[in-house]
């Protein structure tokens, strides 16, 4: 489980943001307004999810691309909804990644097994949990996102995220999803994400380096099920782990098909102030 990608291959998706090219129905991709100033409600969700880690030397341009993603929203008519998922195994290599956590590596060893996939390996990014994205090859990126976009979605809304008056280390709120007219039962997710991280690293591939990261998640929770032809709704309590101001933290929630398959739909919302 090591780099297999090095981090030049990162370079073609970065033109997405600097160079347009066609989608589906002949537009461009284009810049957006960064998601800072987008309601959990906007587009269609496409949830992005990329398995990192400080201590792999060819993380961070891919860290650095998720932030760009995140931030300018390249894809008409879509939502990118991204996460920074930090897996443990480059732990034992000199750096222990402080946001490492071996729930995230198993979800990216889940998703290897269900895809069909060699190897986990970081930089990796699974769109929609159906696509690895594959970033040596600039058209295979446009048609993963293509593909994301014209996939119906179930709409997925978070309620007001509410810091406990009690406890500020709990945030409370309500999670709705649409009834699932598929055949397969879904899994339904709550995700503690932080904006933004910032690491001096000490040792390991990238030592003597300054890294940051957005969306870095803290913990993903199985807050319930979808079942066929049901809507699910459900208040929820999410605690935050010591030190971790709720200012600075974003909740995702996303809708999938059990056994690490498709995502059917996301959302995002921020605590209220």
Partial sequence: MRCSMCGVLFCSLLLLQTAPAADSRGQEIENKAPVA???????HSILVELFTSEG?????????????????????????????????????????DPNSSAALTERQSAYVSALGLKT???????VDGTAEMRLDNREQEIKVFQEAVASPKI???????????????????RIEADGNSDKRNADVYAAVVLDR????????????????HVAVV???????????????????????????????????AFVQESGAGRILGAALRRPAS
């Fill in 37 to 43: 100033a987008r309601s959990d409600a906007d587009g």
């Fill in 56 to 96: 792999c030397s060819s993380c961070p341009p891919a860290d650095a691309l998720l932030e760009k993603l995140d931030a300018t929203q390249p894809v008409p008519d879509a939502h990118l909804i991204v996460l920074s998922e930090h897996v443990d195994y480059w732990d034992h290599d000199g750096w222990k």
């Fill in 120 to 126: 986990p390996y970081t930089p990796q990014i699974i």
């Fill in 155 to 173: 709409p997925v809304r978070i309620g007001d995220v509410i810091v406990d008056a009690g406890n500020p280390a709990v945030l409370q709120t």
């Fill in 197 to 212: 991280v910032e690491s001096q690293v000490l040792h390991g591939e990238n030592g003597g380096r300054h890294l940051t």
């Fill in 218 to 252: 803290q913990q993903i929770t199985k807050i319930g099920k979808l079942k066929k032809g049901q809507a699910f709704a459900e208040a929820v309590q999410l605690k935050l782990k010591p030190g971790t101001d709720p200012k600075k933290v974003r909740i995702v």
